[in-house]
């Protein structure tokens, strides 16, 4: 009886890591296409930020969620799930300033977005600081940072800022964290020396630029879902063979065609440390260009992470540009962030 008992033990005790292992489901929630594998290795410590715990600048949320808990209450902040990698977002109450009548600057627009994102499991929000001047020289003349200056402080401060969003955003990603700012002014239309379409600072250029000047980086690809050529994009890095750029609309196409489009792009693209992406919005079925259904932005996210992973490893962000319809644009947010992550 006592050698019965002592076996009986022995099997409990080698039984019970077994029975304790959970293996992760593969794939993304929402994602078009279903297997998709999750990056390996453990995730690198993000950049440095004090986190204050269920706020909406925190980095680190206060409580890992359990299977079968019960859904967060608004403002509160929950890790993802194991088939799910969070989402820095990068996010200041500034943008929430109408700093002009521009459609980009109108009120509920801002707010759009975070009512689909605020609450949710693996959106873990994080304040920004405002760009250095000597970042916006890095692809604008101090011509061009003097015209802005003259549109008032409180239209060239939120333009550092949101450029200072993109260069956070980026930093976020270095560390191997994936990230978008959700920012405003958007910049894909700014040039070295000049700006137009609600665009001032390039955020996504100032942001990539400093990597490539501080050695962090080798070379990049942006990726930009615009309805619009992010031509100040193109006029910054034309000349700079480390910069890769390629707008998805411009491809020309219905929606299943520019899909396809980029899949191919993006399967031929090898050779790049970061991804980029200008995240407009106003392609969309129920914004100005008609296009895409917010199904399609969890697709291109999709395509779009796996990309990273193949040739950066894992390594890219987002940055929000255009996108005016405040009904649908938090939704296609939402939607592409559920792919990308």
Request: with cysteine.
């Amino acid at each position: 009886m006592k050698g019965l008992l002592w076996s009986v033990a022995l099997l409990l005790v080698l039984g019970l890591p077994a029975a304790c292992r959970a293996t992760p489901t593969q794939g993304v929630p929402n994602s078009p296409t279903p297997n998709v594998s999750l990056t390996p290795g453990a995730t690198p410590p993000t950049p440095n930020v004090t986190p204050t715990a269920g706020q909406p600048n925190s980095l680190t949320p206060s409580a890992t969620p359990t299977p079968g808990a019960t859904p967060p209450t608004p403002g509160e902040t929950r890790l993802p799930t194991p088939q799910q990698k969070g989402v820095i977002i990068i996010y200041h109450p500034a943008y929430l300033t109408v700093y002009s009548e521009e459609a980009a600057a109108r009120p509920g627009r801002i707010e759009a977005i975070l009512k689909e994102l605020q609450g949710v499991p693996g959106f873990i929000f994080t304040k920004p600081e405002p760009a250095k001047v000597e970042d916006i020289r890095r692809v604008h003349t101090q011509q061009l940072i003097d015209r802005v200056k003259m549109n008032g402080d409180e239209l060239y401060n939120i333009a550092l800022l949101s450029a200072g969003g993109a260069v956070l955003a980026s930093e976020v990603a270095m560390a191997g964290e994936v990230s978008m700012g959700i920012i405003r002014p958007p910049g894909h239309h700014a040039s070295p020396d000049s700006y137009w379409g609600f665009c001032y600072f390039n955020n996504i250029a100032v942001a990539v630029a400093k990597l490539l000047d501080e050695k962090k980086i080798q070379s990049a690809l942006i990726v930009d879902f615009d309805l619009h050529f992010g031509d100040g994009t193109v006029n910054i890095f034309k000349d700079d063979p480390r910069v890769t750029y390629f707008n998805v609309v411009a491809q020309e196409g219905d929606r299943t065609l520019l899909l396809q489009k980029l899949e191919a792009f993006l399967s031929q693209t090898k050779g790049y440390d970061i991804l980029a992406v200008s995240a407009g919005f106003d392609a969309g079925k129920e914004d100005w260009g008609k296009i895409f259904e917010i199904q399609d932005y969890t697709t291109m996210g999709t395509l779009l992470k796996r990309a990273a992973e193949r040739n950066s490893g894992g390594k890219r962000f987002a940055v929000l540009e255009g996108g005016y319809n405040h009904n649908v644009l938090g939704k296609n947010v939402k939607a592409f962030l559920d792919g990308f992550r």
